[in-house]
């Protein structure tokens, strides 16, 4: 069952190399992200869970030791998912880690974990509230004491130079989806509404649904602790335990 989840953001900019001169902007946030991850280690989980969100037609699951790059951005950075000694060899091995999950794996090598094995899910941001709760439940049963570092952001049309423009509809749906995500409230996340979190850009409304499903039943408190849109994106962290 599910026994703590850390909901993060998912920008590259959170990486300090990739950010360059702007890194500070988000040193609050990688801050409240270690604070999170601490409450997973705590949690004394068998298994953690990285959930990320991908476009259309990319999600899929990601063994430990899946390497990711930051590359494609203009830093000559890699990271690997979990330990670096389970990496996947062979025709069966996953592709390169989706820039959500590469995130990720940054965060927990910044932390040093090794609490537990990690296993990654990509989630395409199409995938409809239902689907997201079933998958989420199939995770949070995957082993008996079950972690999951949740990475993805609120709405892109915060400001008139977000990268969707500005919508007014974008402030009260990020605060929605901070109250719910400071209460661990599984009931608001799944009813988030797909349709509006894809018109505002909000590429975290399916692993927040994933989440959800996951820890229906868990009985978990949540704290909220970092809320911000420095780049008219909304970002979140909450510890969920």
Known sequence: MLVAAAVCPSPPLLVPQLAAGAAEELADARTACSDALAVLAASRPDLLVVVGSVAQGQGGGYDE??????????????????????????EGAPGPLPASLAVGAWLLERARWSAA????????????????????????????????????????????????????????????????????????????????????????RAPWQVLAGAARG?????????????????????AWA
Do not use: H, N, Q
């Open 65 to 90: 030791g899946t390497r990711g790059s930051f590359a494609p951005f203009g830093v000559d950075l890699t990271v690997t998912l979990g330990s670096a000694a389970a990496r996947p060899t062979g």
């Open 117 to 204: 094995p990690v296993a990654g899910v990509a989630v395409t941001e199409r995938l409809e509230p239902d689907a997201c709760a079933v998958l989420g439940a199939d995770l949070g049963g995957s082993a008996d004491r079950v972690a999951m570092l949740v990475l993805g952001d609120g709405s892109a049309c915060r400001t008139l130079k977000a990268p969707g423009y500005l919508d007014e509809r974008a402030e009260p749906f990020d605060a929605a989806a901070a109250r719910a995500l400071g209460a661990a409230d599984t009931a608001s996340l799944a009813a988030i509404d797909p349709g509006l979190a894809r018109e505002l850009k909000a590429a975290g």
């Open 218 to 238: 868990a009985d978990l408190d949540g704290r909220l602790l970092y809320e911000d849109a420095p780049y008219g994106v909304g970002y979140f962290v909450a």
